[in-house]
């Protein structure tokens, strides 16, 4: 897989193949790397899946539209988006990276999308990264439900698993990583009947149980 497999892909063409690579560059392989593009992707992701919501739902009030939004921008989501990219078999990574598994690892991959979105801002503009961004998530959107998603994961999973009269999930820190201004935590979700453990990651711990429910709500509702 090479980056500009990725770039067409997601369905553009960069004009500075420079940022292109930069985006596909982990901090473990040196620099520049893409963490500066990760966080300018963050913002203009957010915007972007913002306009779409507030255009495509009119009536829903604040707290609505941020749930929607809370639940397109998580890592969950832009991992999986990652993978059907095969953004993991462009990244450029550290070797001790590459060996302990970070070309499939959640964050790692969606910390990329993230800065491929960046890449695409400041090599063509707001509208360029926007269409990318539209492109991607057109299928996720179409499938929302927004009446569902009014209740966080945790809530929704507690709730299905008690209409069913089973036992309530369990949650527990796995590892905590990073320096207290940028923490990676991730958490398993455990259910006894039936069986089944997920992994979340997250900035948080709170996140990180939150992305676990979903991975198992959609298991178990699949």
Excluded at 5 to 15: K, M, N, Q
Excluded at 18 to 31: K, N, V
Excluded at 104 to 110: D, K
Excluded at 199 to 207: F, N, Y
Aim: charged content about 20%; glycine content about 8%.
């Amino acid at each position: 897989m090479t980056a500009q497999t990725v770039a067409a892909r997601i369905g553009h063409a960069f004009s500075n193949p420079a940022l292109l690579r930069t985006a596909l560059t982990h901090r473990s392989f040196g620099t520049p790397n893409n963490e500066r593009l990760e966080f300018l992707g963050d913002g203009v992701l957010d915007c972007v899946i913002a306009a779409v919501l507030f255009h495509r739902y009119p009536a829903l009030p604040e707290g609505d539209l941020s749930r929607l939004r809370a639940n397109l921008v998580n890592q969950n989501t832009l991992h999986q988006i990652s993978l059907n990219l095969d953004i993991g078999g462009a990244l450029r990574l550290g070797e001790g990276e590459l060996k302990s598994g970070g070309a499939l690892r959640p964050s790692i991959l969606a910390d990329a999308l993230e800065a491929l979105f960046g890449a695409i801002y400041l090599d063509a503009g707001f509208n360029a990264a926007s269409l990318a961004i539209e492109k991607l998530y057109a299928p996720l959107i179409d499938k929302l439900e927004p009446g569902q998603l009014q209740k966080d994961a945790k809530t929704r999973l507690q709730e299905w698993l008690q209409g069913r009269k089973k036992s309530l999930p369990r949650y527990q820190l796995l590892e905590a990583t990073g320096a207290a201004h940028d923490q990676r935590f991730e958490v398993a979700c455990e259910i006894d009947h039936p069986s089944l453990r997920t992994i979340g990651h997250g900035t948080s711990r709170r996140i990180a149980e939150q992305v676990a429910a979903e991975m198992a709500l959609k298991v178990l509702t699949a």
